[in-house]
Structure formats: structure tokens, C-alpha cells
């Protein structure tokens, strides 16, 4: 099967850099997503890695290293906006190519 | 509104009642998805349709009936649910094609079974 594995809570302050972790075991890695939800919203699409290295989208980065099943989302010049919860998903070749399986999500708390 | 619509936001039921939830995108996707999310647990996939096709079922109690009449709508039926059901349901949708890889979610419909 696969997990993904990603801390639960991570807080910062404004103006701060953060990184959410995410590792993933499966035997069929295809790519790593990024979303983003705020309470009671729906969850938005931000990023993905199929290859090794670092893809940048504005004030969000993301970083995927193959070898090691492991990746992360860069946050920059945090805002309050960007409290919510962020998933990492994979989507696995073995269980079907639209099968993505999301991690538990990091909820981001951004103080004043 | 992200493109895709949910109805209804919220919806409480009893276990014996049956009650549908609806799901339509206006995006020209080719593939449309449920999810179950719970607190404190993985969004879960429970149904894959591509091209209207269901080609996924992930183990979901029959109790929960999918319905995809042509590309752009998505239904899921509910019959004597259980309190454990509540949840949110996400429906998503999806261009399966190179160069398209994230998925749009609604807002969800939050379930309370009573």
C-alpha cells in the first residue's frame, strides 16, 4: 500500500519562511502534490514534482528527491492568509494512474 | 466558486432516510472523483469516473451508490448510513491528459448521519 507521512501542526509569524515535510512510501511513485485548505473550504491545487529538484510558483516552492521518498513545501513571506492545512498526495502507478492518496495534512498557523 | 459546484453544503439524515449529493464541473474535465474526509484522517478516495466510466471503487460499503450520467455531473446516493459516515464528501474533477496533474476539489457537502 502507500502512507505519507507529514507533521501534524507547524506555527509561524508573519514575514517567516517555513518548510512542511513529506515522506512517502510506494511502489509505484508517479509524482508529488501539494493543496491547500482553509477551514471549510475546498482543497486547491498548488504545486507538483515528477522530477527531482525544486519547483518555485511565486512565494510557494516545492522540492521532491526521488531516491530518498521524500519532499517538501517551501512557504515564503508568510501571510496570515496562509493559515490552513496543506496535503502532500502521490499519485501511484500501481493502484491505477488517477488513484492520488493524500497524506493526514499539516495545519500552518500563522501569528501576527 | 472553483469550477466545481456541490450540492447541498450541508445535509443532515437519519440512518434510514436515502438522500443524494450532487456534483457538477464546468471545466470540460474528463475524469471525476468522491472523496470521503474525516477528522484527523487522509482524504480518502472512494470513486473514480473517467470519460463517465467508473474505473475505480475503493472498497466503499454499498451503502454509498455513485451516479455519473455524462461527464459533467456526479452523484452520490446515500441509503442507511451510519453515524460514522459523517464526514465531508469532496467531489473533484480532472483533465487525465500530459501536462495536466492537479486535481479541482468543491466545497464539499458536510454530512451529519443522526
Known amino acids: 500500500g502507500q502512507s505519507l507521512e507529514q507533521p501534524s501542526e507547524v506555527t509561524a509569524v508573519e514575514g517567516a519562511i517555513v518548510q512542511i515535510n513529506c515522506t512517502y512510501q510506494?511502489?509505484?511513485?508517479?509524482?508529488l502534490s501539494w493543496y491547500q485548505q482553509h477551514d471549510g473550504g475546498a482543497p486547491t491545487f498548488l504545486s507538483y514534482n515528477a522530477l527531482d529538484g525544486l519547483e518555485e510558483t511565486g512565494r510557494f516552492s516545492s522540492f521532491l528527491s526521488r531516491s530518498d521518498s521524500y519532499g517538501y513545501l517551501l512557504l515564503q513571506e508568510l501571510q496570515m492568509k496562509d493559515s490552513a492545512s496543506y496535503f502532500c498526495?502521490?499519485?501511484?502507478?500501481?493502484?491505477?494512474?488517477?488513484?492520488?492518496?493524500f497524506g493526514t495534512g499539516t495545519r500552518l498557523l500563522v501569528s501576527p | 466558486e472553483t469550477g466545481v459546484t456541490q450540492t447541498p453544503r450541508h445535509l443532515v439524515m437519519g440512518m434510514t432516510n436515502k438522500k443524494s449529493l450532487k456534483c457538477e464541473q464546468h471545466?470540460?474535465?474528463?475524469?471525476m472523483y468522491w472523496y470521503k474526509q474525516s477528522a484527523k484522517k487522509p482524504l480518502e478516495l472512494m470513486f473514480v469516473?473517467?470519460?463517465?466510466?467508473?474505473?475505480e471503487n475503493n472498497s466503499v460499503p454499498s451503502r454509498f451508490s455513485p451516479e455519473c450520467p455524462n461527464s459533467s455531473h456526479l452523484f452520490l446516493h446515500l441509503h442507511t448510513l451510519q453515524p460514522e459516515d459523517s464526514a465531508l464528501y469532496l467531489c473533484a474533477s480532472s483533465q487525465e491528459s500530459p501536462g495536466h496533474y492537479g486535481y479541482t476539489f468543491g466545497s464539499g457537502t458536510r454530512l451529519t448521519v443522526v
Open positions: 469516473y473517467n470519460f463517465k466510466e467508473q474505473t
Open positions: 498526495a502521490v499519485r501511484d502507478l500501481n493502484t491505477g494512474f488517477q488513484k492520488l492518496v
Open positions: 510506494t511502489s509505484g511513485f508517479y509524482g
Open positions: 471545466l470540460g474535465h474528463n475524469a
